[in-house]
T-cell receptor, first 111, second 114 residues
Framework: QQQVKQSPQSLIVQKGGISIINCAYE??????FPWYQQFPGKGPALLIA?????SEKKEGRFTISFNKSAKQFSLHIMDSQPGDSATYFC??????????FGAGTILRVKS | KAGVTQTPRYLIKTRGQQVTLSCSPI?????VSWYQQTPGQGLQFLFE???????NKGNFPGRFSGRQFSNSRSEMNVSTLELGDSALYLC?????????????FGPGTRLTVT
């Protein structure tokens, strides 16, 4: 049973544009929502994370928006660059360090 | 600090064999979690170890097991390998204290079962 639904599966954005990836969850016990970036042949790298007591968190060009009532959260990548081309995973945790991952979004930034 | 290291990076095994994968966490991190990544099932949690004790377990058969040593290094073992066990096995470490810890992943071990 997929507990975290991620969309879109793939995304093509022009250089300088905004990339938006969305995730929805069902389990209200989740209280920690990280995003990971993965390049081919590498392990996932923690990008940014949010907890449900805030609605937005920004780190550089990356912003998480969180809507607790809708049980949704999203990643915005501003001024997208070709080097941002990677697979992005949202995740959620509510049981220790057990992360439940979304299916992933393959982002391609065209130069 | 050095990152999470995993050995070996690549492994080819035959059905029915068993395999042991190793993970060294970031220095000072006491929690080690293991994940399986496949194109079909994505990233799935296997288990977590903290202070040499399994603290959490995912929905995998008993053929998958793990352990953690006093220096926080961890190993996972898969017995009676099946073709479907071919995957990237990822280890993540966390400086777990009283709150949810940020997890940092290693590069993974690519296991191919033939």
């Amino acid at each position: 049973q997929q507990q975290v639904k991620q969309s879109p599966q793939s995304l093509i954005v022009q250089k300088g544009g905004i990339s938006i990836i969305n995730c929805a969850y069902e389990n209200t016990a989740f209280d920690y929502f990280p995003w990971y970036q993965q390049f081919p042949g590498k392990g996932p790298a923690l990008l940014i994370a949010i907890r449900p007591d805030v609605s937005e968190k920004k780190e550089g060009r990356f912003t998480i928006s969180f809507n607790k009532s809708a049980k949704q959260f999203s990643l915005h990548i501003m001024d997208s660059q070709p080097g941002d081309s990677a697979t992005y995973f949202c995740a959620a945790s509510g049981d220790g360090n057990k992360l439940v991952f979304g299916a992933g979004t393959i982002l391609r930034v065209k130069s | 600090k050095a990152g999470v290291t995993q050995t070996p990076r690549y492994l080819i095994k035959t059905r029915g064999q068993q395999v042991t994968l190793s993970c060294s966490p970031i220095s000072g991190h006491r929690s080690v979690s293991w994940y399986q990544q496949t194109p079909g099932q994505g990233l799935q949690f296997l288990f977590e170890y903290f202070s040499e004790t399994q603290r959490n377990k995912g929905n995998f058969p008993g053929r998958f097991s793990g352990r953690q040593f006093s220096n926080s290094r961890s190993e996972m073992n898969v017995s009676t390998l099946e073709l479907g066990d071919s995957a990237l096995y990822l280890c993540a470490s966390s400086s777990w204290t009283a709150d949810r810890g940020e997890q940092y992943f290693g590069p993974g071990t690519r296991l191919t079962v033939t």
